[in-house]
């Protein structure tokens, strides 16, 4: 059962320390979504990938947060520096180009101090 | 004004029970449509697609206006198991826009 795997699903930090989270798409998977959910906002849009390559970011504050895919396997969310106001569960989602349904994985719950 | 707007509820509601929830959005051009379930303390999991001529899945029947821009859930015969957020979807230019969700609590 092919699932998207995100680490750490935990992470506590004190304001301004990086963060870093990582995310694995489904194998064959070629599109990769970042979100974000707070009580306040719901859920968010903050980065797209396809084939790799960032289609849009434009959902993502863009002096702190960047994401990138170093490979297919790979995705990175970091915040440098982290504020209390990014404390959220973070999303990572997968797809494939030609069907709807994106997959998501079990999050990454982050609490900045 | 979100993009897609849902009534957060919660609704309190007994086994057994029929509940329906609605969920408007703004942008004409959107394509596709869905419910996705949300347990809590879990990842948003597809629960249907939804189409104009409305479909169904079991005691779950979805239904789209697309005049009215307007997308409509209704659970039959509700069960315990039931009890999530629901949350409504519209895909556009690939990007899943979400809905806030609408929490459902059944009651023994």
Request: proline share 6%.
């Amino acid at each position: 059962d092919a699932r998207v795997t995100q680490t750490p699903r935990h992470k506590v930090t004190e304001m301004g320390q990086e963060v870093t989270m990582r995310c694995q798409p489904i194998l064959g998977h070629n599109t990769v979504f970042w979100y974000r959910q707070t009580m306040m906002q719901g859920l968010e849009l903050l980065a797209y990938f396809r084939n790799r390559a960032p289609l849009d970011d434009s959902g993502m504050p863009k002096d702190r947060f960047s994401a990138e895919m170093p490979d297919a396997t790979l995705a990175t969310l970091k915040i440098q520096p982290s504020e209390p106001r990014d404390s959220a569960v973070y999303f990572c989602a997968s797809g494939w180009t030609g069907e709807e349904t994106q997959y998501f994985g079990p999050g990454t719950r982050l609490l900045v101090l | 004004r979100k993009e897609v707007e849902q009534d957060p509820g919660p609704f309190n509601v007994p086994e057994g029970a029929t509940v329906a929830f609605n969920c408007t959005y703004s942008n004409s051009a959107s394509q596709s449509f869905f419910w996705y379930r949300q347990d809590c303390r879990k990842e948003p999991k597809l629960l249907m697609s939804v189409y104009s001529s409305g479909n169904e899945d079991g005691r779950f029947t979805a239904q789209l206006n697309r005049a009215s821009q307007y997308i409509s859930l209704l659970i039959r015969d509700s069960k315990l198991s039931d009890s999530a957020t629901y949350l409504c979807v519209v895909r556009y230019t690939g990007k899943l826009i979400f809905g806030q969700g609408t929490t459902l609590q059944v009651k023994p």
